[in-house]
Nanobody, 119 residues
Framework: QVQLVESGGGLVQAGGSLRLSCAAS????????MGWYRQAPGKQRELVAT?????????DYADSVKGRFTISRDNAKNLVFLQMNSLKPEDTAVYYC???????????WGQGTQVTVSS
């Protein structure tokens, strides 16, 4: 089992910045990739950014956040971050941390953290 706890959400004005953190615990050795997803009211959950854990730290971003958001990791502390700059009202959503654990044949999710961007 893997447990994920997000923090860092809040209310910010358009153009501002926030930094989300995700702390992983449990069977962290089983994690291959971690990422952030978001879900706005009335919309499906969508990918924001991912980063590999087991090798290289390669990243991937949704087109809508490229150039504004940066995902990073601290493997020693089992943390993943999402630095969000130049925030827009359309970034408003609940942001979820995700961990892929192929050996467990499943994904793990955090409880989510609310990000609200006012115009």
């Amino acid at each position: 089992q893997v447990q994920l706890v997000e923090s860092g959400g809040g209310l910010v004005q358009a153009g501002g910045s926030l930094r989300l953190s995700c702390a992983a615990s449990g069977s962290i050795f089983s994690i291959s990739t971690m990422g952030w997803y978001r879900q706005a009211p009335g919309k499906q959950r969508e990918l924001v950014a991912t980063i590999t854990i087991t090798s290289g730290g390669s990243t991937d971003y949704a087109d809508s956040v490229k150039g504004r958001f940066t995902i990073s990791r601290d493997n020693a502390k089992n943390l993943v971050f999402l630095q969000m700059n130049s925030l827009k009202p359309e970034d408003t959503a609940v942001y979820y941390c995700n961990a892929k654990a192929p050996a467990h044949l499943r994904n793990y999710w955090g409880q989510g953290t609310q990000v609200t961007v006012s115009s």
